[in-house]
């Protein structure tokens, strides 16, 4: 658990705190723009890509390691949750999915000692839905007024 929070400290730092992080922002933000105040969006792109697969690589020692087993699948029961807690925190938002990842799991283990466990999944999702009938951006998202309006 340690080294998972020392982990997201560590990318927010990146992302919020460093020049890196305000080329990836400025990047995502409007590629164009941030192309014409002189920043090269392949080599942001490239550079996140490594920074991906790196903590990818860390996620797959720590998941093998809690384990202690290791294979090529052994990530494969938590693409679906990892995917829905991105989407309930916001897209972009790294403390939106550090919340929705403490109420999934909060959610998971409380549903998984007094429900039957047939209905864990049922029960998260059935909650993401709800929630993002509320908050169709996540839980800590931004709104994009230009895409919402059919802008580019």
Known sequence: MIAALLLVVTLAYLIYRTSF???VRAVTDNERAAQLMGINPNLVYMQTYFLAGALAGA????V???FNSINFVMGEPYLMFGFAIIILGGLGSIPG???ASLIFGMVQTLSIAYLP???TDTIIFAALFLILLIRPHGL???EHAGLLRGRR
């Open 117 to 119: 466990s047939g209905l």
């Open 140 to 142: 800590m998202g931004k």
């Open 64 to 66: 093998g390691l809690a």
């Open 97 to 99: 999915a550090l919340l």
């Open 59 to 62: 996620a797959g020692v720590l």
């Open 21 to 23: 992080g305000r080329r």
